[in-house]
């Protein structure tokens, strides 16, 4: 009998945990507010903050789904903030637009004193196409590039998102 009741309780205790585990691991794609070294910005609902990464990049995060057919082993949309230490927004710029595989849209202006460019394009990556949306802002010390690249057949669906998160990108 006593095993029984260790038993339902051990039960109990599992089924508790995996139920606290799911819902702080769907907590992780909520919309969030993410302040970093130099920049904060609001992730999008539907992606998740890689910390401990190591790639270099200052921010970094996928979409919770993947792509369909050649695109398949890729994200349908990443989010990455680059800080490039004594490099101008018009030099980073044009080895961006260089990467183009068409015309590319840009857009450059002013906000709290710094320069802003606005670029967005398509690229090919591994034979998949792939809208690229590029915020650069410039200051004394650096330049924060901001990119969100999205596969060219889900760009539609994730327009509003990556619009809201370049309006909310800004550099302190």
């Not at 089924?15 to 302040?35: C, G």
């Not at 993947?66 to 890729?74: I, N, P, V």
């Amino acid at each position: 009998m006593e095993i029984l009741i260790v038993g339902s309780i051990i039960v109990a205790l599992m089924v508790w945990a995996s139920t606290r585990i799911k819902r702080d691991a769907a907590a992780a794609y909520n919309e969030e507010a993410i302040e970093a070294d130099g920049f904060k910005l609001t992730k999008p609902e539907g992606f998740i903050h890689l910390l401990n990464d190591d790639s270099g990049l200052a921010f970094r995060a996928n979409s919770k789904d993947f792509g369909l057919g050649d695109a398949a082993e890729k994200y349908q949309a990443t989010i990455t903030v680059e800080r490039h230490d004594g490099k101008d927004t018009d030099s980073i710029a044009a080895a961006i637009k260089e990467s183009a595989s068409g015309a590319a849209d840009e857009e450059k202006f002013v906000e709290q004193d710094r320069k802003n460019i606005r670029i967005d394009l398509t690229v090919i990556e591994d034979g998949v196409n792939v809208r690229r949306h590029v915020r650069l802002v410039g200051t004394d010390a650096a330049t924060f590039e901001l990119r969100a690249d999205v596969l060219d057949d889900m760009a539609e669906g994730y327009s509003e998102k990556i619009e809201n998160l370049i309006a909310s990108f800004e550099v302190k």
